[in-house]
């Protein structure tokens, strides 16, 4: 005895057609999550410098430094003068549809990122000797991550 079983499924597949759709077209403009992530690295990268440095402190001021600055009402954090100009305030963002960059254009940033004598290095923001200075580090690129997934899937 033979015994033969066809088995058809019909599958509605129009619904994951429609979503798939949407994302694809979300991806084809992706300026304004990329507003969002520069945002957020731009809020980060000012944190680091309000915080004293981040994951590892700033070093301290020089002694005579840090005497100028007290004489001369200023805060005694480190690579802050004053809120009202400066470092601290001279960061901007530009994003395209594919990235998201914050950046300084003053000359004197280098100097605090790089060190020079007789400057000791203060890194406030991520390069690629360490990538572990927020906004990079795991925490931040999960936070970025999770706004481009919102993004795309909302």
Same mark, same amino acid.
């Given at each position: 005895?033979?015994?033969?079983?066809?088995?058809? *499924? =019909? #599958?509605? =597949?129009?619904?994951? +057609?429609?979503?798939?759709? %949407?994302?694809?077209?979300?991806?084809?403009?992706?300026?304004?999550?990329?507003?969002? #992530?520069?945002?957020?690295?731009?809020?980060?990268?000012?944190?680091?410098?309000?915080?004293?440095? +981040?994951?590892?402190?700033?070093?301290?001021? !020089?002694?005579?430094? *840090?005497?100028?600055?007290?004489? $001369?009402?200023?805060?005694?954090?480190?690579?802050?003068? !004053? $809120?009202?100009?400066?470092?601290?305030?001279?960061? $901007? %963002? +530009?994003?395209?549809?594919? !990235?998201? %960059?914050?950046?300084?254009?003053?000359?004197?940033?280098?100097?605090?990122?790089?060190?020079? =004598?007789?400057?000791?290095?203060?890194?406030?923001?991520?390069?690629?000797?360490?990538?572990?200075?927020?906004?990079?580090?795991?925490?931040?690129?999960? $936070?970025? %991550?999770?706004?481009?997934?919102?993004?795309?899937?909302?």
């Amino acid at each position: 005895m033979i015994f033969k079983i066809d088995i058809t *499924a =019909d #599958v509605d =597949d129009a619904k994951a +057609r429609r979503r798939l759709k %949407r994302i694809l077209n979300k991806t084809k403009n992706m300026k304004p999550a990329w507003q969002q #992530v520069g945002n957020y690295a731009k809020k980060v990268v000012i944190e680091n410098i309000d915080e004293g440095g +981040r994951p590892k402190k700033f070093a301290p001021l !020089s002694p005579i430094y *840090a005497k100028w600055k007290a004489a $001369h009402g200023y805060t005694d954090k480190i690579l802050i003068r !004053s $809120h009202g100009n400066g470092l601290i305030n001279s960061f $901007h %963002r +530009r994003t395209t549809n594919y !990235s998201a %960059r914050v950046y300084t254009s003053l000359k004197y940033a280098a100097a605090h990122q790089e060190g020079i =004598d007789p400057l000791p290095a203060r890194k406030f923001m991520p390069d690629s000797e360490d990538r572990n200075i927020p906004p990079f580090d795991d925490k931040s690129m999960r $936070h970025i %991550r999770e706004i481009l997934k919102n993004f795309i899937l909302r």
